[in-house]
């Protein structure tokens, strides 16, 4: 498998407040080959947004990928990935580095803003994921 398109999401109750996190894998053909979904705990949206572009890179490693074209709702983590906002939140500063370690794994990878309606997926399944922890 050579190159995935991503949509990633990270969102909290709150800010901070219960998170999760929703990756939706699809292949250039635009056929689903993930979706996944993990609870968080307590954060912040963009740390949960960094969360999880980390574990769609993992993903993607995971299933082969060579090029990763990555599909956000968050302006900020789009910007800071590609150089133009410098990563000042110290708590962030980590994650960045653990992206940009995991992003030198592949031939290339892209990071695009999209609006949130064309994220949906990604957004569901971090409502599912935050929803079935708050169920119990």
């Given at each position: ?22 990756v939706f894998i699809q292949d250039e053909n635009g056929r689903v080959v993930k979706e996944h ?72 990878v892209t990071y695009t803003h999209v609006r949130r309606e064309f994220n949906k997926d990604a ?14």
């Open positions: 498998m050579s190159k995935l398109v991503i949509h990633t999401d990270g969102g909290a109750r709150g800010n901070p407040g219960p998170a999760g996190l929703g979904s993990r609870y968080l705990g307590e954060t912040t949206n963009n740390q949960a947004e960094y969360r999880a572009l980390v574990d769609a890179l993992e993903h993607a490693k995971e299933l082969g990928a060579t090029e990763v074209e990555c599909l956000l709702d968050s302006e900020l983590v789009v910007r800071q990935m590609n150089g133009q906002y410098k990563v000042r939140d110290a708590d962030l500063q980590p994650l960045f580095l653990k992206v940009w370690n995991l992003s030198t794994g592949f031939r290339k957004d569901r399944l971090v409502n599912e994921a935050i929803d079935r922890h708050l169920r119990g």
